[in-house]
């Protein structure tokens, strides 16, 4: 005989096993943080050339697109290129154009940091005994300044004086950091190779992702994973190439105003800011004060020139450089450009400062689309200026108003002007 069960208080059962399971879990990650961590660490060390691999293959797939259907398009009907010939044909030529991008980058610029790296190390010593002799130049006018110069050159005597031993105790340290980038780079390396892998078979197995999810999930839910994944696609492809052209250029022009200016190590303050400015808002900073030191240490003067063209660089690039670059690719407010930038590099370091916002972006854009819909459901208006008060309608219709072109207004004028001759 079949034993009789009550489905409700079988489902009853079933939850509060979820729940104890969940609980359990929850307790075990606080408790054994430590071997959590240690565990995460050890499978991304594990599967660090598969995430290489899927990186570079992601970054590729654009550049293998354009070979394969602009390059490697079977002109001739009777004999086309079969699909597994064009694809192997535009995986090669992307992999090609890069290395030789690479290639002449690093023969053309890194001889040259070479070369300012040395002559600022071969100089420094009577760079810091010019910016001595200034210091004490300024002390003897002012008791204060002298005390701050007395103990800044005490500082740096004794720093350069343990220099040795400052060596001898950060060797080990500098061994792991040498280990730590052998490491990366056979990542890297076998990165490479996945990312050939995942580029001729993308087609197959992207088929079979969405052929086990839609055995797993519901419809909606498989088409809410499709909608993100595309969001997340577009979003990230778009910030990122927006990204490297920008700082391309901004590297550039420094480069270009240093060198006129007649400053010296032009190359690395261009690398150097080129890098850096791939960070929104604090990028900038973070690669102009060293560049600063470096100068001021060379001659004050140059600190101050340089300060005054990263300033001008930067009214440029973002009121020129970056609207026709950049135009709506994140759709983030200024805020919440802050607030990603400040939350993922607390989570993820310095990684976390280049990926902050365009994860913030995909994370803004589905609450916004699901706060907009659930509006709409209740008949409430989508518009955040709705939302506002009276005055506050006003003052934000006023400071947003658009703004009319100069060609525009000297058309007006040169039109109010001709009417006025004519009567």
Not at 213 to 229: G, T
Not at 365 to 378: D, G, P
């Amino acid at each position: 005989m079949k034993p009789y069960q009550n489905q409700k208080y079988f489902t009853i059962a079933v939850y509060a096993l979820i729940v104890l399971l969940s609980s359990i879990s929850i307790v075990f990650f606080f408790l054994h943080l430590d071997t959590v961590d240690r565990f995460i660490k050890k499978l991304l060390d594990i599967g660090a050339p598969l995430l290489y691999g899927a990186v570079i293959a992601y970054a590729l797939n654009p550049l293998m697109k354009l070979f394969e259907e602009k390059v490697f398009r079977s002109r001739n009907k009777k004999h086309p290129l079969s699909r597994s010939v064009r694809r192997g044909l535009s995986v090669t030529a992307s992999l090609l154009s890069v290395f030789i991008f690479l290639a002449l980058f690093i023969a053309m610029i890194i001889p040259q940091l070479k070369t300012s790296v040395i002559d600022l190390i071969d100089k420094f010593p009577e760079y810091l005994a010019s910016l001595e002799s200034l210091a004490q130049s300024l002390a003897q006018s002012n008791d204060t300044i002298a005390g701050i110069v007395n103990s800044a050159l005490e500082y740096l005597d004794d720093l350069m004086s343990r220099s040795y031993e400052l060596l001898q105790e950060y060797l080990p340290m500098l061994t792991e950091v040498l280990q730590s980038v052998a490491t990366a780079v056979l990542d890297i390396l076998l990165g490479f190779v996945f990312a050939v892998y995942f580029l001729c078979a993308k087609e197959s197995i992207l088929a079979q992702t969405k052929k086990i999810m839609k055995a797993l999930f519901s419809e909606k839910f498989y088409e809410k994973v499709v909608y993100f994944v595309s969001l997340t696609d577009r979003t990230f492809g778009k910030y990122f190439i927006a990204a490297f052209l920008d700082s391309l250029l901004v590297g550039v022009i420094c480069a270009l105003f240093v060198q006129f200016a007649g400053m010296p190590y032009a190359p690395l303050i261009g690398v150097v800011i080129a890098i850096t400015n791939i960070i929104p808002i604090f990028g900038p900073f973070i690669g102009a004060i060293p560049c600063a030191i470096i100068l001021f240490v060379c001659k004050p003067s140059y600190a101050i020139i340089f300060a005054i063209m990263i300033l001008v660089v930067q009214q440029i690039d973002g009121n020129i450089i970056v609207p026709r670059i950049h135009g709506a690719s994140t759709g983030l407010p200024p805020v919440w450009i802050i607030v990603s930038i400040t939350v993922m590099s607390g989570l993820f370091g310095f990684i976390g400062m280049f990926i902050g916002v365009p994860c913030f972006s995909v994370i803004y854009t589905i609450i916004k689309q699901y706060v907009e819909k659930r509006l709409a459901n209740k008949s409430f208006s989508t518009n955040t200026v709705s939302y506002m008060t009276q005055e506050e309608r006003q003052r934000f219709a006023t400071e947003d108003a658009p703004k009319v072109p100069f060609k525009e207004k000297f058309a007006k004028i040169f039109k109010k002007t001709k009417k006025q001759k004519q009567n």
